[in-house]
T-cell receptor
Framework: AQKVTQAQTEISVVEKEDVTLDCVYE???????LFWYKQPPSGELVFLIR??????QNEISGRYSWNFQKSTSSFNFTITASQVVDSAVYFC???????????????????FGQGTILTVHP | KAGVTQTPRYLIKTRGQQVTLSCSPI?????VSWYQQTPGQGLQFLFE???????NKGNFPGRFSGRQFSNSRSEMNVSTLELGDSALYLC????????????FGPGTRLTVT
């Protein structure tokens, strides 16, 4: 079985503050992908990033950055200089790469964390 | 490219009825997955289809079923609706199953009374 834990249920910051959203995962798969999605009030999940379990390089995209540490099974997401438009629910998710006949347990399905509600105040 | 579309966007049904939700994936995407989102259980995987075949299934009762057509469009059906089936049902498409990121539609908000 696999599990994704986002310990922070809600975070509230003031505009221009930096904020880090934590994500810790559990899986028995040796190969997997990690994702972050954003869900604004409209409800549609917006894909932000995909990270392969073999690639531990951190990534930066504009104000967004991701820190993947396999040793601690964490994939944290930082928003620098937050803006009101960043207010949304953010989900971390895990997806196994290997099919059942290769020993994988989660091929084809995303397992989501419970989400972190981020509110950025002006 | 047009995104994933889902119809209807909102639906109100009565306990015991059945419902069919539709999903059209991004053009060229052949894999479609369905998820249920509720405040209590969060986002849970229902099933995934690729080339008209169900490739993976989550832990939901047999009242939840789905299918995929040759044009990759997918439908999911819930029979004998229960109050607990009230949820946002999200459809996601990807190029292929397993390896690629999924792109989500706006969802269908189902309310069972």
């Amino acid at each position: 079985a696999q599990k994704v834990t986002q310990a922070q249920t809600e975070i509230s910051v003031v505009e221009k503050e930096d904020v880090t959203l934590d994500c810790v995962y559990e899986t028995r798969d040796t190969t997997y992908y990690l994702f972050w999605y954003k869900q604004p009030p409209s409800g549609e999940l917006v894909f932000l990033i995909r990270r392969n379990s073999f690639d531990e390089q951190n990534e930066i995209s504009g104000r967004y950055s991701w820190n993947f540490q396999k040793s601690t099974s964490s994939f944290n997401f930082t928003i620098t200089a937050s803006q009101v438009v960043d207010s949304a629910v953010y989900f971390c998710a895990l997806r196994g790469q290997l099919g059942a006949n290769a020993g994988g347990t989660s091929y084809g399905k995303l397992t989501f964390g419970q989400g972190t509600i981020l509110t950025v105040h002006p | 490219k047009a995104g994933v579309t889902q119809t209807p966007r909102y639906l109100i049904k009565t306990r015991g009825q059945q419902v069919t939700l539709s999903c059209s994936p991004i053009s060229g995407h052949r894999s479609v997955s369905w998820y249920q989102q509720t405040p209590g259980q969060g986002l849970q995987f229902l099933f995934e289809y690729f080339s008209e075949t169900q490739r993976n299934k989550g832990n939901f009762p047999g009242r939840f079923s789905g299918r995929q057509f040759s044009n990759s469009r997918s439908e999911m059906n819930v029979s004998t609706l229960e109050l607990g089936d009230s949820a946002l049902y999200l459809c996601a498409s990807s190029n292929r199953p397993g390896l690629y990121e999924q792109y989500f539609g706006p969802g269908t908000r189902l309310t069972v009374t």
